[in-house]
Each structure stands twice: as C-alpha cells, then as structure tokens.
C-alpha cells in the first residue's frame, strides 16, 4: 500500500481523516503501481462485454480537493482523470466529490510527483494537468517542483507521443522557472499566456483560481510538448532560488504570489537594512 504523506492541510473540526478515508475508498487507489500500463482498461465500468475501457487517461498532478479533476470528468465521460496528491484530507475530500457526483472517471492516488514513472506505464498518459502548484521558493526545496527537470523527465515517458503537459500558476517566478527548464528536457513550448482563462475558457474554474484571481492574481498558463530526442544527460543550468526571478522594484508589486510572501517579506528587510547594492548583489 503506498504510504499517506504528513497531513500539512488544516482539518475542519469533527473531521476524521480514517474514516472519511474509508467511506469514500471506492475512488481511492491506495496501489497504484499495479495499474501501471492499464488504468483504461481496469477501472473502466464493465459492459455487457465485459472489454470496456477508457478512451483516454489524464493525470491531474497537484489535484488538491478534485475541484479540477472532477469537473473534467462531467465534460469528457469517456476519459479517465486520476489525481494525485500528497495531502491525505485533499484525497478524502476529491473522493467524496467524486462519489457525490457519481462520476465512474474520476479517482484519486495518493502520491508525489516523482511517483509518476512509477504510477503509470509508458506513453500511457493523454495529458499532465499542473494546476496552482506549490512554487517551494527555497532553493533547498526545489526538488519538489513539479516543472523541475528530473520531473519533465519523467514525464516524458509516460507521455504518449504528442501529449502535452498544461502548466497554470499565479506565480510569476514559478512560471519563469519553468520556462528554464523546458528547453533542458527538450520540450516544445506551445503556447504561453498571462490570460490562461481566455486560453482555455471552458476548463472548470475551481474555488483555488476564484479566491486567488479576486485577490489580484493572474491566471499564467503554458502548454509544452516533449519532443525528440529525449537529453541524455541533462544538466540543470538554471538559478534554483525563485527569489532570483522577482523583480528588483518589490515594493510595487501587484501581488505577490502564494507561497513567496515570506520570501518577499525577507528580501525587502534586508533591501532596507543593507541598502539597493546589497539587496541586488545578493537576491
């Protein structure tokens, strides 16, 4: 059984992670490696034939309470979205959503995003949806990404040929990030926007984008594709820290991106403590 991640998510009061685990497993995957290679075919709802199988399979990587994947599943019927997230209550509440909504396409793993080569079979991916990832400004952290180059590598074999990866962010200097590391793993940048709303207008708008779109965010978007040959030894090149992609002028910042405001905060204390000579020398 693959091992829940620490609960970080705040829990309502009364909520009881186990049991809402429990009553709602029937869209849960607690083993997902054993499905590596055929996920169309085994959780597709037996027909009179007893073949049935999913048309397509995409993954919602990041897929917090299922806002997102199940809002997918209503639109496209025929394929299956499987979510992944490290949150066990995110887990709990995507299950119930999908169960609630009687949605048969709609499941939910819980699982990191160097669990992907593991989780899926080769070329068995149709698309990798990264919604509102966490940015992990620190460079200690930057492991964690999910555009970093050990995981566009990952991607790409599970990718079928042609299939993309879609990228949405209110980060600034997470999206700047990621433009590094496409062209390092050999990706084909699609199209970028700072309007991915206008972009890709009838995708579910989830209550994350909401809150964070009144709160001044943009919506920034990309879509790439792997294209070959695949590097055969890449090498990361780029500035890990995020707080390398802020702009200098801090101070008239529109917003500031979830997750950086600590780091924002610092640098402007030190940019008033040592001066702009300082700050730029050492950002």
């Not at 397509?56 to 499987?82: Q, R, S």
């Amino acid at each position: 059984m693959h091992k829940l991640h620490k609960v970080h998510a705040r829990m309502p009061k009364h909520f009881v992670l186990e049991e809402r685990l429990a009553k709602y497993a029937d869209a849960i995957e607690t083993e997902p490696r054993k499905y590596a290679g055929r996920w169309a075919e085994a959780c597709h709802p037996l027909d009179e034939s007893g073949l049935g199988r999913f048309s397509k399979v995409e993954l919602d990587l990041g897929c917090g309470k299922g806002a997102f994947a199940c809002g997918m599943a209503k639109v496209h019927p025929d394929t299956l979205y499987i979510g992944i997230d490290t949150e066990p209550v995110c887990i709990a509440y995507a299950a119930q959503l999908a169960l609630e909504e009687k949605l048969p396409n709609a499941l939910f793993v819980p699982g990191m995003g160097n669990d992907v080569p593991e989780f899926f079979g080769e070329g068995e991916l149709s698309c990798i949806h990264i919604n509102f990832p966490t940015p992990f400004p620190k460079k200690r952290f930057a492991e964690y990404r999910l555009t970093i180059l050990d995981r566009l590598m990952d991607y790409r074999r599970v990718l079928a040929p042609g299939a993309p990866i879609v990228l949405k962010t209110d980060s600034q200097p997470f999206f700047d990030f990621t433009l590094t590391q496409l062209p390092l793993a050999n990706y084909r940048l699609v199209w970028k926007t700072d309007d991915t709303r206008s972009k890709l207008p009838d995708e579910p708008v989830t209550g994350y984008e909401e809150r964070l779109t009144a709160q001044g965010a943009k919506v920034l978007g990309l879509c790439a594709i792997p294209e070959d040959p695949a590097p055969t030894n890449p090498v990361q090149t780029a500035e890990l820290s995020l707080s390398r992609y802020l702009p200098h002028d801090l101070e008239n910042m529109d917003y500031v991106p979830y997750g950086m405001e600590n780091t924002v905060r610092n640098m402007k204390d030190y940019k008033k403590k040592h001066g702009e000579g300082y700050y730029v020398h050492n950002r």
